[in-house]
Nanobody
C-alpha cells in the first residue's frame, strides 16, 4: 500500500509565502506522478500542480508563476512552494500519488490553507 501525509497548512497573510509538504511511504515504487489539488468550500477538487517521476511539472492557470512543485527523491517528499498568496488560494490542499498500474490515486487527509486579507 501507499500512504500519503500532507503537512504545513495554516493561516497566511495575503502577499505572503508558505510551503506544504507531502510525504509518501509504503510501496512507493508504484507511484508514477504526484500532485497537489485544492478544494474550496462548495467546489470540486482542482489540480494546483503536478510532477512526474521524470520531474516534468504542470500547473493550474491560477497559480502559474506563483507556485512551484518540487520533490526530494531521497526523502520521498513532494513540496508545494506558494508565493504571492491571495484569499482565493484558501482551501484544503490534498496531495495525490498516482499509481498508473492501478489507475488510482492514494490521497492524503488534506491540509487547510487560509489566506487572510
Amino acid at each position: 500500500q501507499v500512504h500519503v501525509v500532507e503537512s504545513g497548512g495554516g493561516l497566511v497573510q495575503a502577499g505572503g509565502s508558505h510551503r506544504l509538504s507531502c510525504a509518501a511511504s509504503g510501496d512507493i515504487s508504484r507511484i508514477t506522478n504526484a500532485g497537489w489539488y485544492r478544494q474550496k468550500v462548495g467546489d470540486q477538487r482542482e489540480l494546483v500542480a503536478g510532477i512526474t517521476n521524470s520531474d516534468k511539472t504542470i500547473y493550474g492557470d491560477s497559480v502559474k508563476g506563483r507556485f512551484t512543485i518540487s520533490r526530494d527523491k531521497a526523502e520521498n517528499t513532494v513540496y508545494l512552494q506558494m508565493n504571492k498568496l491571495n484569499p482565493d488560494d484558501t482551501g484544503v490542499y490534498f496531495c495525490g500519488a498516482w499509481m498508473a498500474t492501478e489507475s488510482r490515486y492514494a490521497w492524503g487527509q488534506g491540509t487547510q490553507v487560509t489566506v487572510s486579507e
